[in-house]
């Protein structure tokens, strides 16, 4: 067991020392190759230059090479595979797409995918916008954020394990040891297997993410909102606005920006949103959503490449857009300077 | 003191925010406390009660015999047994007692219980009882059975946590989380570094395109690769005639899907360090490699931790990478991996399932809270990442 992790250890020594020892050697070799001595000025300039061409590749080649061959040859072959059968051997038109047009499941998982879309993103903006407000007010708003910020560093299977013991139901006469039904119950509420509640169980799954994603948005407004000016809102003050007109009228204008960057990266995450559907209800009570689905059909029956990659490329369409606008604004910042 | 400080300090309106913050706090804290006491308590008792009863003791309901007839004294006209219903048991007390099983609790400690028969029956808070009967008892009074509800202090245990260590291998998934998660925080380190300065201080065409690329396929879902690149690793374990599944593997998919999100937080750092230092070493004849190696990468270091702390978190909190690259035997199976497994073959266990979670979370959790200014800055500057 320990053996393990020594090898581990080894394994970081070893590539850090490769990694440094490609840069080292590859930068050297390229300065012998193109040697600049004293005295032919002509050549030696000649060498100069085509070094400053030949050094940045030099520099990002291994990430070069790992972003290709992780991501975006992938993407060229999802594409591909869409289009062929369940080995991905032969070619089958649009066969898959018209399989998930008609398929019960995964219309099933478009709507809770729109679903999810809908709730988290709102619900964590909303909240983390809120509670970013609120504790810039108090004294110990530090230890609050922190707290509420907690979650970000549990997994996400870890956080399901926590929220299902929340839910937990037991049956007959026994004692409720789930907090949500035991709170049910002391107000005359009848117990209930939440998880399996058609239709609202989403929502408890979805509770689950936005306990873990508040606290993110909440860092991000939070910064956003101590750079609004004291002037404006002292101005608003004078005027007589009260802290319901500041908060809507003054301070969500001038952090639209912001809102819109973590609006943005919450529904991408959830887009993505794979282990907590896995370990709740494995997409079982009518939970199932796109990424779920595609992992799906990765193994079910052997596995089916095509409708897998159909499912895979459903949810990079959706992110299209976010993309697009992602590089827009980075250009735009690049240009800027 | 600012004018819009003091708007928000007037009476009423400061005292409903510290009151709504708090009322928050304790919500987001909640659920993580349910699985840190429930992992400390005995088993027995998780299933009997909820885990907020575990700090007020809980009462169990205990059968006694009280004593035989020949035990029985002469005291002025009446015959009494008397004793301990609570034998060797130190530390504990009697909150009621009854004599039926329906009634455990019919009467308080302390009270005298008629029982019909000229027979009555006290049970005191410590656990000495007075049986009495206004006449000599009878061959069948004796043994007479009783219950009592005894308190029961707060018990806590590590015992769970010895459980999933050793029996249930989260142990070993532990020592394999780590054998994952150290290699794939590092490594991207020195590629993305490298890469970042190249795209912030070398000039060379169609630096704009790749970093283009570079921000667009930090939101590229992970589903989009997996099919490909499963298919790849398999071609690659037969050309080799290796398994498909290995540790450097999973290295190499973390470190990739890493890359675009390190290269873009490092290389947003790096342009922004001061171009006289740069062009100052450049002058003095130093080459790119020594200027990186030299200036850069220590000057860097906020950047380079901000970014560890995310890829660590990310990938030590990882489930799908893990399944589809890692597999799922018990060399392989990494903690959220257990986690997920013992969800389904220990759903009820949950002294198995807390202890578990808990371990599972502990490690980020510390990392957290012992570096949470870091991830702060990260997250400030790098806020187009979906997660």
């Known amino acids: 067991m320990l053996s393990q992790l020594v090898s581990a250890l080894g394994v970081v020594v070893v590539a850090v020392f490769a990694c440094a020892a490609y840069f080292y050697f590859s930068n050297k070799l390229l300065d012998m190759a193109l040697p600049v001595k004293d005295g032919d000025i002509r050549a030696a300039s000649q060498n100069l230059n085509r070094r400053s061409v030949i050094r940045p590749w030099l520099f990002l080649f291994p990430a070069l090479f790992l972003l290709v061959v992780y991501l975006v040859y992938p993407v060229v072959a999802t594409v591909i595979l869409s289009f062929y059968d369940r080995s991905g051997a032969e070619f089958v038109g649009f066969s898959n797409y018209q399989w998930a047009l008609g398929d ?107 306990w873990i994603q508040t606290g993110f948005a909440m860092v991000i407004l939070s910064a956003a909102l101590r750079g609004i000016p004291e002037e404006t809102i002292e101005a608003a003050v004078i005027d007589g606005a009260n802290g319901w007109q500041i908060f809507w009228r003054i301070m969500v204008p001038q952090v639209w920006g912001t809102i819109a960057v973590v609006w943005t990266t919450i529904t991408i995450l959830v887009l993505k949103v794979f282990d907590i559907v896995l370990t709740m209800t494995n997409g079982q009570w009518d939970t199932m959503v796109l990424a779920n689905l595609m992992f799906n059909w990765m193994f079910r029956g052997g596995g089916d490449s095509g409708r897998s990659a159909v499912i895979a490329l459903i949810i990079m369409l959706a992110v299209t857009p976010i993309m697009v606008w992602n590089v827009r604004r980075a250009n735009r910042e690049l240009g800027g300077k | 003191m600012t004018l819009t400080r003091d708007f928000f300090k007037i009476g009423p309106a400061r005292l409903f925010v510290h009151a709504a913050v ?20 005995d088993k027995d008792q998780i299933v009997v009660s909820g885990w907020w009863t575990a700090f007020s003791g809980s009462s ?15 005291d002025g006209p009446a015959y009494v047994i008397s004793g301990n219903v609570l034998d060797g048991q130190e530390g504990r007390s009697i909150n009621a007692f009854g004599t039926r099983v329906a009634q455990p609790s019919a009467y308080k400690a302390g009270e005298t219980a008629d029982l019909g028969d000229g027979l009555t029956l006290t049970v005191n808070e410590d656990g000495t009882y007075r049986y009495a009967k206004n006449a000599a008892f009878g061959p069948d009074d004796g043994g007479r059975r009783v219950y009592v509800s005894v308190a029961t202090p707060p018990e806590f245990t590590l015992q769970n946590y010895r459980t999933v260590l050793t029996g249930e291998g989260i142990g070993q998934s532990f020592i394999n989380s780590l054998t994952v998660t150290i290699p794939a925080t590092i490594i991207p380190i020195l590629i993305a570094a490298f890469a970042a300065y190249a795209l912030s201080w070398m000039e060379f065409p169609g630096r704009a395109l790749l970093i283009a690329l570079v921000v667009g396929l930090i939101v590229v879902p992970l589903q989009m690769s997996l099919i490909p690149l499963l298919r790849l690793y398999n071609q690659v374990g037969m050309l080799l005639d290796t398994p498909s599944k290995t540790y450097p593997g999973i290295w190499l998919a973390h470190t990739a899907f890493g890359m675009p999100l390190a290269i873009y937080l490092l290389r947003s750092y790096i342009a922004g360090l001061p171009k006289e230092i740069i062009e100052s070493a450049r002058v003095d004849g130093a080459s790119d490699f020594e200027i ?80 949470q200014r870091y991830l702060v800055r990260g997250l400030l500057s790098g806020s187009v990442k979906g997660g």
């Open chain 2, 60 to 74: 169990r309901t205990v059968a006694a015999r009280l004593g035989q007839v020949d035990q029985q004294k002469q």
């Open chain 2, 22 to 41: 708090l009322l928050i706090v304790i919500i987001w804290l909640i659920p993580t406390l349910g699985i840190f006491v429930s992992a400390l308590r």
């Open chain 1, 104 to 210: 019960r499941e995964f219309r099933q998982s478009i709507f809770n995918n729109i679903l999810w879309l809908a709730v988290v993103p709102a619900a964590c903006t909303f909240f983390g916008l809120v509670i970013a407000v609120m504790t810039d007010r108090i004294w110990w708003g530090n230890i609050a954020k922190s707290i509420v910020f907690m979650p970000m560093a549990i997994s996400f299977v870890g956080a399901s394990v926590i929220w299902k013991f929340i839910y937990e139901y037991r049956g007959g006469n026994a004692t409720q040891i789930g907090l949500l039904n035991a709170i049910v119950q002391l107000f005359g509420g009848t117990p209930q297997v939440w998880i399996s509640v058609p239709f609202w169980n989403s929502f408890f799954l979805m509770i689950i993410l936005i």
């Open chain 2, 292 to 371: 990186f190696t030299r200036i850069v990468l220590p000057l860097s270091f906020p950047a380079l931790a901000s970014f560890s702390i995310f890829q660590f978190l990310w990938v030590w909190n990882d489930l799908l990478v893990a399944m589809v690259f890692l597999g799922t035997d018990r060399d392989h199976l990494v903690l959220t991996g257990a986690l997920n497994a013992l969800l389904g073959s220990r759903g009820g266990n949950w002294e198995i399932l807390t202890a578990s979670a808990f371990i599972t979370i502990i490690v980020p959790l510390l990392v957290f809270f012992a570096l």
